[in-house]
């Protein structure tokens, strides 16, 4: 597999632990590396001028699924010690499969208080994973408001600083779900959003709620197809998508998800659900034609779905120069297009 395979030295430098925000650079002005799908050419620019590499008729399809603050202080009730709770999924309106953080062995009738209000019970573990499914004393709307209320955004150790809830979403983001963001589109703007329309180029939306990316231990498999996730697509995105092929425009994925939700509907004619849909170099794409993405670590599952779009060797190039000219990675780094 690409994953274990596709390894790389990434110069901890590299690491994006400031959003440009904080870096004096407009989310818009980060760097593009836009790699060409045909003949393995990469182009280094700025990702402000997107609109100078897609066509009058392509169209932009995008995850607006919202960020919400996944991390959770609680105390385990039976040992009185403290931990941290990580959303993973949302099963339902009160049950959520979390990733608890503790020496200690939290078994299945464990309590968990998270405030005076708020407390959730361990209904199941999970085989082969740290997962476990808490229920919560609370549901629906009122749930959520304790979730804002009491969460932080995840932070993996590259971060420094304890950035706030805003940094992590997207302009356009509107459903909140997600426990990571979709990060991606963060680099759009609404002005470059509205430069890209006036050049004829079609913006689609989408909703698919990202999981956990890691669950703090390499021993843990975190392949889709052991972690699914959920989606939606709107009937009228589905028909603009149809329109678009017809035309010969291009569908243009901004992000890993919005590939796994459209190929996922594509074999499934399903277009809301669950999705475990694994993506490797000899997938068959049947909607996607490019795909905006971040830059991903070693042997990133992220990886495998790039290489769908790219052979291994290229890709492999294409991260080489990456490193060369110095692009930022994760969430708040740079650029690739793919086309």
Request: aromatic share 10%.
């Amino acid at each position: 597999m690409i994953a274990q395979a596709f390894d790389f030295h990434l110069p901890t430098y590299l690491n994006a632990s400031h959003p440009p925000e904080k870096r004096g650079v407009r989310r818009d002005h980060v760097k593009m590396m836009v790699i060409n799908r045909e003949t393995n050419d990469i182009i280094h620019d700025c990702f402000y001028a997107i609109d100078q590499y897609v066509k009058p008729g392509d169209m932009l399809v995008l995850n607006n699924s919202r960020t919400i603050p996944a991390v959770l202080k609680a105390t385990l009730n039976r040992t009185n010690t403290e931990c941290e709770v990580r959303l993973a999924a949302m099963r339902r309106d009160d049950q959520w499969d979390v990733l608890i953080v503790t020496p200690e062995n939290v078994q299945v009738g464990d309590v968990l208080s998270f405030s005076d209000q708020l407390y959730g019970e361990v209904i199941k573990e999970q085989e082969q994973t740290p997962i476990k499914t808490i229920r919560f004393s609370q549901k629906g709307t009122s749930l959520f408001a304790s979730i804002y209320q009491l969460g932080e955004p995840i932070r993996y150790e590259y971060i420094d600083e304890k950035w706030g809830l805003d940094y992590y979403q997207t302009v356009f983001a509107n459903h909140p779900g997600s426990v990571e963001m979709p990060s991606a589109g963060r680099a759009l703007s609404y002005e470059l959003l509205f430069k890209l329309q006036k050049k004829g180029v079609k913006i689609a939306y989408l909703q698919l709620h990202t999981g956990l990316s890691y669950l703090l231990d390499d021993k843990w498999d975190h392949s889709p197809k052991n972690h699914p996730e959920q989606y939606k697509i709107a009937r009228q995105t589905i028909q603009d998508i149809e329109k678009t092929k017809e035309a010969k425009g291009r569908v243009i994925a901004v992000g890993t998800t919005v590939v796994r939700a459209l190929e996922s509907y594509a074999q499934t004619k399903i277009n809301a659900g669950w999705t475990n849909l694994h993506i490797s170099g000899d997938f068959q794409l049947q909607i996607v034609d490019g795909i905006l993405t971040g830059l991903h670590e070693p042997k990133a599952s992220h990886l495998e779905l790039l290489s769908a779009f790219l052979d291994p060797s290229s890709l492999f190039h294409a991260y080489e120069e990456a490193i060369r000219k110095e692009y930022l990675w994760h969430e708040f780094g740079d650029m690739n297009l793919i086309l």
